[in-house]
């Protein structure tokens, strides 16, 4: 399932094509003939989606981030986003890649995710480096390494989609990242651009067309050794743009021209143990703003319920009414949220997004989403359940019949037009949890 097989190593061999001169700028991999080729990849070698995440990663001595950064930009795709979108994981310690299969491993198998390796005879010989710019040995190793992991990546993904976002494995996404971008591209004035900037800081969050990648990546090879990777990609700027019998004002307008900023950004640096060894990384994005913690909707009236006691004031009232999100303890099994209707509606659609970006982990896991017919009294909903069932299954308590279930902390569906008008609607939780709740967003759309 992990492995790369077939159409997709066939694929991965066309790499090294797409830049003939990287053996001019890294010599040594004329030794290494496959050296270009990824040795390692998990997913199914998606292709043709719209947009391609791009995240570098190494291991860190203090912390790791990118876990958190992970469940950051999957919170809230939706599932055509999801189909539309491949993140590329570019991992230099193969190890990373087990954490990786079991904290998503729907997502890698989906093809959403994937991680890829270099060849262990990609890099050269960081010991013959020549330090610059004040630049501490250790300094320079460290940049110079991620400029070739940078090229390798944009290599790699330069076939998999339209835009290529650079991003890091220390970051916060905005919710709502993905549909953002696409419009904030589709209604551009031009298409002049080299870059879209979606943040401030260095390299995060500069999307790129995947067609420019390998000019950019031959770019960043040629000079590899010499500056740091948003240095470099100034220089791209000034090669294509500037006059250099005109002045640096002139300069830093044309460049404008090409790189083109959006607000508030959507990123925003969270790390502070830095991939280099012992550096403190404490710069933050001042455009970021703060990160909405809940989606308000207009609901239709409803008396609401709950077994579960909430914290502080994060009431299910609030929540509904798009005040503030729910927040409660532990659950255990039979404990529920009951929405009744003081008439019977027609509910169309809903929607129940468990978690957010600062508690991604308070979801609710096992719980039915269970509707009450109107044809069936009001006063037969009780509040325990006749039997326990497992998510997805059918589960007849009371009148009440499942609707759906809650799967990666969202439940989301239609609800049958047989079952149409209905008087209720009730979460249901099927087993103990050990995490805390937390409801983000609740929508009922009639």
């Known amino acids: 399932m992990w492995s790369v097989e077939g159409p997709i190593k066939r694929n991965l061999s066309l790499l090294s094509s797409r830049l003939p001169n990287a053996y001019l700028y890294l010599p040594h991999l004329r030794d290494h003939p496959d050296s270009l080729i990824p040795n390692v990849v998990l997913g199914q070698g998606r292709t043709g989606v719209s947009l391609v995440l791009g995240i570098p990663t190494v291991k860190r001595q203090k912390q790791s981030y990118l876990v958190s950064t992970l469940k950051s930009l999957l919170y809230d795709l939706s599932p055509s986003e999801r189909n539309d979108t491949v993140i590329i994981i570019f991992v230099a310690e193969v190890t990373c890649s087990d954490t990786l299969i079991g904290a998503f491993p729907k997502d890698v198998h989906s093809g959403l995710l994937e991680v890829v390796s270099p060849s262990q005879y990609f890099y050269p010989n960081f010991s013959r480096l020549r330090e610059t710019f004040g630049d501490s040995k250790e300094r320079v190793k ?8 940078y090229s390798f990546l944009m290599l790699y993904a330069q076939e998999k989609g339209t835009y290529y976002v650079q991003l890091e494995d220390d970051i916060v996404a905005n919710p709502g990242y993905s549909q953002t971008m696409k419009i904030y591209v589709r209604k551009l004035a031009t298409d002049d651009w080299m870059f879209l900037e979606f943040s401030q800081l260095g390299f995060i969050g500069k999307m790129f067309r995947a067609s420019d990648l390998p000019m950019i990546a031959e770019f960043f090879l040629m000079f590899y050794k010499d500056k740091p990777i948003d240095w470099l990609l100034d220089h791209i700027l000034w090669v294509k743009a500037c006059n250099p019998e005109k002045d640096a004002k002139d300069c830093n307008l044309q460049k404008g021209l090409l790189k083109l900023r959006y607000k508030p950004s959507l990123f925003q640096h969270v790390g502070l143990h830095s991939s280099l060894p012992g550096k403190l ?18 609901n239709p009236p409803a008396e609401l319920s709950s077994s579960l006691k909430h914290y502080q004031q994060h009431t299910l009232e609030r929540a509904y009414i798009g005040q503030d999100f729910f927040w409660s303890l532990t659950p255990t099994a039979k404990d529920f949220i009951l929405l009744s209707f003081p008439q019977p509606r027609t509910v169309t659609r809903y929607l129940f997004r468990s978690g957010n970006i600062e508690n991604n982990r308070d979801h609710f896991y096992n719980t039915t989403v269970e509707v009450l017919p109107s044809d069936v009294s009001a006063m037969e909903v009780t509040l325990t359940a006749n039997s326990v069932c497992v998510c997805a299954s059918v589960c007849h308590g009371a009148g009440l019949r499942d609707s759906g279930c809650f799967v990666d902390g969202v439940a989301e569906g239609q609800i049958d037009a047989q079952m149409q008008p209905i008087s ?15 409801l983000s967003e609740i929508f009922i759309q009639l």
């Open 142 to 149: 460290w940049r110079t390494k991620q400029n070739l992991d």
């Open 424 to 438: 209720a609607l009730r979460l249901l939780v099927q087993s103990d949890s050990d995490m805390w709740v937390l």
């Open 281 to 298: 990384q404490k710069l933050k994005d001042k455009d970021f703003g703060k990160v909405p913690l809940f989606t308000a909707h207009t």
